[in-house]
């Protein structure tokens, strides 16, 4: 099993709210992600970084910032959280095996906004 | 627009029984095909992943099956327990601007029944 964090699990907070999700890894590495998915739907990228100081936007467009300042920890900021933003929220990071990236999921963040 | 089609949504298995899970994808530019298994609360972890070059993948009771002229692929679950009720989804994955990217199904909840 991966050694991938996410804090916290479970989230309900009202609308308006400045929330952080947590992730960390102890594996080491550089590239990191963030996707959102709906319950029975698929895993959308909205954020993922190659390194520390590296961010980009994923293919889904959000309203949550991200920011790499340790190789260990990407957390994903929402300054003003909807009820649209209702979802679970997956952290993972990868590693190259063989030729191809190998994504390792933390257990996710379940987030409800009322 | 959905890159990865998966079917079906929804599958009940006899124990001991064949899981069968499909997918197919239309950008030709896709080079490495992973499943993922996903339990209830936890993220998604690697399952088997296949290079398109092999027709056919096979790991304890696991095997993808790859059809790289009809662009379809497909994972195979021999004698098939409870413990694999689990949702599955099938990826696939392209290199892009030094970033591999990887799209995923929309996945396919899998209920063994004793």
């Known amino acids: 099993e991966a050694d991938i964090y996410q804090t916290p699990r479970y989230l309900v907070i009202g609308t308006g709210k400045k929330i952080t999700l947590e992730c960390s890894q102890t594996m080491g590495h550089d590239k990191m992600y963030w996707y959102q998915q709906d319950p029975g739907m698929e895993l959308h990228l909205i954020h993922y970084s190659y390194g520390v100081n590296s961010t980009e936007k994923g293919d889904l467009s959000s309203e949550s910032t991200v920011s790499r300042i340790r190789t260990e920890h990407f957390p994903l900021t929402l300054e003003s959280a909807r009820p649209s933003h209702t979802s679970q929220y997956l952290c993972a990071s990868s590693e190259r095996l063989e030729h191809w990236e190998t994504q390792y999921f933390g257990p996710g963040t379940r987030l409800l906004v009322l | 627009q959905q890159q990865v089609k998966q079917s079906p949504q929804s599958l009940i298995v006899q124990k001991g029984g064949i899981s069968i899970i499909n997918c197919a994808y239309e950008n030709t530019a896709f080079d490495y095909f992973p499943w993922y298994q996903q339990f209830p609360g936890k993220g998604p972890a690697l399952l088997i992943a296949?290079?398109?070059?092999?027709s056919e993948k096979k790991e304890g009771r696991f095997t993808i099956s790859f059809n790289k002229s009809a662009k379809q692929f497909s994972l195979h679950i021999m004698d098939s327990q409870p413990g694999d009720s689990a949702t599955y989804f099938c990826?696939?994955?392209?290199?892009?601007?030094?970033?591999?990217?990887?799209?995923f199904g929309t996945g396919t909840k899998l209920q063994v029944i004793p």
């Open positions: 296949i290079r398109p070059d092999v």
């Open positions: 990826a696939a994955s392209r290199t892009s601007g030094g970033y591999q990217k990887v799209t």
